[in-house]
């Protein structure tokens, strides 16, 4: 009897069994057929980003959707893959896509209330990562282990592998490990330590509860788990286990940091590319090389926020950024304070932090990232102050105030400030138009505003040069005189009101030559020469320099730099001047390559020497030259030829009306650079911020380094000059040059002087001196 009832029970479990089996092949036999092909993994195509290069290949920025690092199995570590499998999958090279001794053992976990775990493999991993959601449900679950029977059928482990370590999201916005590597730790994955190769390990499973820059306590025990877990499956040995856990890691937490500063060159680079390439142009891969040097651009870039920060110490600290409530802090390492930190962002080393307590004697603050700052001595005097009870209530340092710390060259904390000038610097090679360096303001995290490009400034006297130019193809010569006396444009000429220009130091020398005058940037005797020269015919003339005839209206005032220019037009005209009066295009974009490395675009530039660019006299160029080298060795810009020791360096100063711009534009033969300083609301940088002060040194810092190894070079005479001595009363005679065909005529011989009278005897009587 018992017998019979154990058949009857074995036959409906029996038909129970054969049942769910045909049920599950029916559903196979209907959903199998149409699971998604498997194209897209077997024609893997990654949306890898666009990317940005210096010229020699560094990278300087990258656009996209994803960010991606496209790396080939083979090149992948054997540490980072046993790592990964550690972590993840460890049956991975058992398994025919679903690991039931995985999915057993998880269950058994969850079941008994230990820590839950996941049973996904790698491969289900890959297959909903570019098939399905992470909806959890059954019939996902049950699609993602078709789906993996179907990617093991068709593709092999390794390939399976290498689309799991190209396609998995690590947090950061950061796709595949390859890129992984660079945002956590800024390394290829071949440079990884082990323990930085766990941490990375660690991530799938979890990338924001993970993440080391948000959550670097929660990261560093995931972490510890995969190392436990290379020693468990002896990829690694106790050496190295030990010594894995000891190792401090340095986690990268400005992830946008790139080996040069050219956030603006690669902005520039990306706007070019996308009107050149709008289809798929963020996810196809094409790689844009640059034309700046990475010497070049890091020189540009670290004189001209010295400039900007030098500027701001000298009209001192303006008080606390922010306030923030401190009161629901719990302690001095309490997490929150990231979180009140988030709206200010570091600027290269001048970092955010919330005071703590604030007197004359030190100063505590909080950086982000858990760092206590103790500021004392030398450190606070920039902001004593503001730390006086006598400070404004709304600027005074106190707990809870937002400040800026940086160290000094001894590591020592000092209170900063965000200046709130801004700069602009950029540099190109006169011979052929390669822009070298490129810095569109002093930090484009707070202000993209390109003011190499889009900045439309008054250039002051900076632009006298193109008037003095203009006058040379008017007869006018470097030794002619002109009268440094006051002058008056009557309201009738002005067509408003009269007009008493000055010039800046309000001083007058009588008559000067033009040579002396524009090294002097004497601004009456600008006035007479574009007077002379006439209005119409100079405004036409500096459009050989580029310049836009309709941003310099044909007043007086465009003799002293009252129209608009932008420094990359600046940095084209006196390129002119510096190659001998020809005119280049400047470009910054080298060549562009795609995905498979084939050059899909490249610049042909023209180089100075092309008949076709001639845009002045080769001889005015050279009278020019001349001139403007002397501004460098006597002139407003001596400090230039004093500080770097140099006698062939050319270029002018300008200052504008209030004091509201500063600029330098100068040139060696091989570089023209171009400074410029000021607000983005136009307003007075104070009485004593000129371009000598203001934008020179910013000019100076930069070619300091990149002329460093350069010979001194000058421009050859060329044919129809003739160089006749001049003489001044007073003076010795200088030799000057002048046109073959404007040489101007021999003064007249000076009158003989009459004979002077005979002195009277001394011993004869006066009557007859006063007969005579």
């Not at 019979?4 to 074995?10: D, G, M």
């Not at 990884?192 to 306590?217: D, H, Q, R, Y």
């Not at 001194?712 to 002048?738: A, C, H, N, T, W």
Request: charged content about 25%; overall charge neutral.
């Amino acid at each position: 009897m018992l017998s019979r009832w154990i058949f009857y029970l074995f036959l409906v479990l029996f038909g129970i069994v054969a049942m769910t089996a045909a049920m599950i092949s029916a559903v196979l036999i209907l959903t199998y057929p149409n699971l998604p092909s498997l194209e897209i993994l077997t024609d893997y195509r990654p949306k890898i980003p666009l990317r940005v290069y210096t010229a020699e290949g560094y990278l300087i920025g990258e656009f996209g959707e994803e960010r991606r690092a496209f790396v080939r199995f083979e090149n992948v570590p054997e540490i980072m893959k046993q790592a990964i499998l550690a972590a993840e999958d460890e049956r991975f090279y058992q398994h025919r896509g679903v690991d039931a001794l995985s999915i057993v053992r998880a269950a058994a976990s969850n079941l008994l209330g230990g820590r839950r775990q996941g049973a996904s493999t790698i491969t289900q991993q890959v297959a909903r990562n570019f098939f399905l959601s992470s909806e959890q449900t059954y019939s996902r679950k049950f699609y993602e282990a078709l789906l993996s029977f179907k990617i093991e059928h068709s593709l092999t482990k390794d390939q399976i592998f290498e689309l799991y370590i190209n396609q998995i999201y690590l947090g950061q916005r950061a796709y595949g490990f390859a890129l992984a590597a660079q945002v956590y730790f800024g390394k290829s994955l071949k440079e990884l330590s082990i323990a930085e190769t766990a941490m990375l390990a660690g991530l799938p499973k979890a990338p924001s509860a993970f993440n080391p820059v948000v959550n670097p306590k929660r990261a560093s025990l995931r972490q510890q788990y995969v190392l436990r877990r290379l020693r468990q499956l002896n990829f690694i040995d106790d050496v190295q286990y030990e010594a894995a856990l000891q190792q401090p890691l340095v986690v990268r937490r400005e992830t946008g940091d790139y080996a040069v500063h050219a956030e603006y060159v690669a902005e520039m680079a990306r706007q070019i590319t996308a009107e050149q390439f709008p289809e798929d142009v963020y996810s196809r891969g094409l790689r844009v090389y640059t034309t700046i040097t990475r010497a070049d651009q890091e020189a540009a870039y670290a004189s001209l926020r010295r400039n900007v920060l030098d500027y701001d110490r000298r009209h001192g600290y303006r008080g606390a950024e922010a306030y923030v409530d401190l009161s629901e802090i719990k302690s001095e390492q309490d997490e929150a304070l990231d979180v009140l930190l988030l709206d200010y962002h570091d600027s290269e080393d001048i970092h955010p932090a919330v005071v703590f307590e604030a007197d004359a004697r030190r100063i505590r603050a909080y950086r982000r990232g858990g760092e206590i700052v103790t500021i004392t001595g030398d450190g606070l005097k920039f902001a004593a102050r503001m730390i006086d009870d006598k400070a404004p209530a709304d600027k005074r340092l106190r707990r809870g105030a937002i400040i800026r710390v940086q160290q000094d060259d001894k590591n020592n904390w000092r209170v900063m400030q965000m200046p709130e000038i801004e700069a602009a610097f950029l540099s190109v090679d006169p011979r052929n138009g390669t822009i070298r360096s490129l810095v569109g303001g002093f930090d484009f995290g707070r202000n993209k505003f390109n003011h190499t490009t889009q900045a439309w400034r008054q250039p002051g006297s900076s632009f006298k040069p193109f008037i003095y130019s203009g006058a040379l193809e008017k007869s006018f010569t470097p030794a002619s005189l002109i009268e440094d006396e006051p002058i008056s444009i009557p309201a009738s000429v002005t067509g408003s009101q009269a007009w008493e220009p000055k010039n800046y130091d309000g001083k007058y020398e009588g008559p000067m030559r033009l040579r002396t005058a524009l090294a002097k940037s004497k601004n009456v005797v600008s006035i007479r020469v574009l007077q002379a020269s006439g209005l119409n015919f100079i405004q036409d003339y500096i459009t050989h320099f580029g310049f836009d005839a309709n941003k310099h209206p044909a007043y007086l005032t465009m003799a002293l730099g009252a129209g608009s220019v932008t420094p990359w037009q600046m940095v084209t005209a006196y390129s002119v001047f510096a190659s001998g009066g020809y005119k280049i295009q400047p470009f910054i974009v080298s060549h562009i390559r795609d995905d498979k490395d084939q050059v899909v675009a490249e610049a042909q530039p023209v180089k100075a020497g092309d008949e076709s660019l001639l845009a002045i006299d080769p001889r005015n160029a050279y009278l020019m030259d001349s001139m403007l080298r002397d501004v460098t060795l006597y002139g407003t810009a001596a400090r230039a030829s004093a500080i770097l020791k140099r006698r062939d360096l050319a270029g002018k100063t300008g200052t504008t009306n209030e004091q509201v711009d500063a600029w330098f534009c100068g040139y060696q033969r091989t570089v023209v650079g171009c400074s410029w300083i000021g607000f983005d609301q136009p307003k007075n940088m104070g009485s004593r911020e000129t371009g000598t002060s203001a934008a020179l040194p910013a000019w100076i810092g930069y070619m300091s380094k990149v002329l460093k190894d350069v010979p001194q070079s000058f421009m050859r005479m060329p044919k129809g000059l003739v160089v006749l001595d001049v003489v001044e009363p007073d003076k010795e005679p200088i030799k000057e040059y002048f046109y073959k065909e404007n040489i101007p005529p021999p003064e007249p011989e000076p009158e003989a002087a009459p004979e002077p009278a005979p002195e009277p005897p001394q011993d004869e009587d006066a009557s007859w001196w006063n007969n005579l």
